[in-house]
């Protein structure tokens, strides 16, 4: 008689130990999905501000920014071009 109660305790014991892991895993899952949510709203965060950095970035790099910039620096047009002639021939004629 005693072998019973002693399998229905040792049974109670095992649902009441396996209940009590289930809520801790479960209560981890659910602390990580949150951490999850927040790392991907991180993440759009960074993704939007690394475009928006490109898009700046495109637009100072453009040739008529550039052009600008350097007329606002003193870089100017070359004013006149240096036309090397002469009338000796490159190579000697003997």
């Known amino acids: 008689m005693k072998r019973p109660a002693r399998i229905i305790g040792i049974l ?23 951490m999850l949510g927040k790392m991907e709203e991180e993440i759009g965060s ?27 620096l ?5 004013k006149s071009d240096y036309v090397i002639s002469s009338q000796q021939s490159v190579a000697l004629k003997q």
Do not use: F, R
């Open 74 to 78: 003193g870089y100017t047009d070359k």
């Open 46 to 72: 960074l993704k939007l501000q690394n475009s928006i950095i490109s898009e700046k970035l495109y637009s100072q790099s453009s040739l008529t920014q550039v052009y600008s910039k350097a007329q606002e």
């Open 12 to 34: 109670v014991l095992t649902v009441i130990m396996l209940s009590t892991v289930k809520i801790y895993i479960a209560n981890s899952v659910a602390t990580s999905g949150i």
